[in-house]
């Protein structure tokens, strides 16, 4: 009964913290890796939120250098300046509401963006002080049955996928949080995707360098596309 009730809590908090994104600015440094087939592969950048916009914004850095710029509306530019090329794609899937950072600094963990792509809650049960919830693929997706997210403390710290084999295809743990006074974030994410029967890609993004409001420089973030600039498809 205590467990029913703490569901129900668990619910009505996503609720609220729903409308209460954080209108503000955010940077943060990234650190992506991953390993595939016993190579090491390096990204690096630092990646601006902004709350009222909703766009974000990644200086990239490492291997090479380039800007990404994504609103709400999926509309990506991407400038390289050494190579000062410059490309533009509209594609509502990759929103910035589709990106990782959006889910967690606007308090959207409850579903981390599968009720969106028309997953639907199957199923919610405890293991330990754990609360599991189950999402249900939409007919429309035929490569995942299910879903997994797994909380502790009302943020998640475990996803799952399976197929329609129940067979598990990606594992991804969500740990070292920043607990801040607007939101929690991972500071650490590693998730491993099962291509084969004996092969896997593990990916580990590392989040640092956490600033907000006032203390985000800004310049860093701003970029000027010349008029000489090369377009490419």
């Keep these: ?120 809650i199957k199923d919610s049960k405890y293991e330990g002080n754990n609360l599991i919830v189950t999402w249900e693929s939409p007919v429309t997706i035929t490569t995942v049955k299910e879903v997994d997210i797994v909380y502790e403390n009302m943020v998640p710290i475990y996803s799952e996928y399976r197929d329609i084999k129940d067979k598990v295809i990606k594992k991804t743990y969500y740990y070292e949080y920043y607990l801040g006074s607007f939101f929690s974030l991972p500071q650490k994410i590693t998730e491993i995707s099962y291509t084969s029967e004996n092969d896997s890609v593990i990916k580990r993004t590392s989040i640092s360098n956490i600033k907000l409001g006032s203390a985000v420089d800004e310049r860093k973030f701003k970029f000027d596309i010349p008029a000489d600039a090369t377009y490419i498809d």
Excluded at 42 to 62: S, W
């Design 1 to 120: 009964m205590i467990k029913a009730i703490f569901f129900i809590v668990f619910i009505i908090f996503c609720d609220l913290t729903i409308g209460q994104n954080y209108n503000n600015q955010i940077s943060v440094d990234v650190k992506y890796q991953a390993l595939k087939k016993g190579k090491l592969f390096t990204i690096e950048n630092t990646t601006f939120y902004d709350g009222r916009k909703e766009d974000v914004i990644c200086y990239y850095h490492t291997p090479t250098e380039f800007y990404k710029s994504i609103n709400a509306k999926g509309e990506i530019t991407i400038y390289m300046p050494r190579e000062n090329t410059v490309s533009f794609t509209h594609n509502s899937h990759y929103s910035s509401k589709n990106e990782l950072i959006y889910y967690f600094v606007s308090n959207k963990t409850e579903d981390l963006g599968l009720r969106n792509e028309g997953f639907t």
